[in-house]
């Protein structure tokens, strides 16, 4: 079983996206160290940000908000906006922080969102084996796929903006703060939709409608 976990848990999942964002790179493709590098920091992230959710309770959060998710709605939704999505958007850009300010190879603008992804692939792969061993069945590989694909999503924002910056020489401070906000938002409402029958059609549509715009500004950059 724990094989089973592990190879769809990181393995498949992260060389299926790992390959997909490394043929959108096809042009100058980073260094397979560097990207190799990017996903252990992204797997290294998520296991610190897990570990932070600990320390809420000193604070009066709950740690597990799970117990009020069908009691308290509205309450419910600002954790998912205030809480998880910051944090975990917060988690998976400080790597990238690091990577676009030390790694000489940044050098395009499609290379934020190729570093984001894989750093959200890191993440989501760190995420799967919390999440996986209370699944099974068709159950256990759609969130082997799924999460992995929904981190990239929303990191890609950030990356794609914040990268941006970095190449035209502009202060990193405030986009990063209204990327990673933006992110977030869309990240806390897709996770509070999605713990709903009735509101899993609209969180579809919001990583179908990033998805689309993530696409468009790739081929646009290849374009250039």
């Known amino acids: 079983m724990t094989i089973y976990l592990i190879l769809s848990a ?10 997909y964002f490394y043929y959108k790179d096809r042009f100058q493709p980073e260094p397979i160290f560097l990207i190799s590098l990017t996903f252990i ?4 992230s998520a296991f610190i940000c897990y570990k932070s959710y600990g320390l809420l309770t000193l604070v009066g959060i709950p740690e597990d908000f799970s117990v009020i998710m ?13 809480i998880v999505g910051f944090i975990e958007e917060l988690a998976k ?4 922080l690091f990577i ?12 934020g969102i190729i ?14 084996l919390q999440y996986l061993v209370y699944m099974q069945g068709f159950g256990l590989f759609g969130r082997a796929i799924a999460s992995p694909l929904t981190h990239t999503i929303f990191s890609s924002i950030w990356g794609y903006e914040v990268g941006k910056a970095k190449l035209a020489n502009h202060s990193l401070f405030k986009i990063s703060i209204k990327s990673i906000t933006i992110s977030a938002l869309f ?12 509101l899993r059609v609209p969180a579809a ?18 374009k250039q």
């Open 93 to 96: 850009f400080l790597p990238f």
């Open 205 to 222: 549509a919001i990583i179908l409608l990033i998805w689309i715009w993530r696409i468009r500004t790739i081929e646009k950059l290849h």
């Open 41 to 44: 920091l992204g797997f290294a």
């Open 100 to 111: 676009i300010s030390y790694i000489k190879s940044f050098d395009e603008k499609i290379d």
């Open 115 to 128: 570093y984001a992804s894989v750093i959200a692939l890191g993440f989501a792969s760190y995420e799967n």
């Open 70 to 82: 069908e009691k308290d709605r509205l309450l419910f939704l600002g954790y998912c906006l205030g």
């Open 10 to 19: 990181i393995i498949a999942p992260a060389i299926f996206w790992i390959l």
């Open 187 to 198: 990240h806390g409402i897709f996770d509070f939709f999605t713990t709903s029958p009735y």
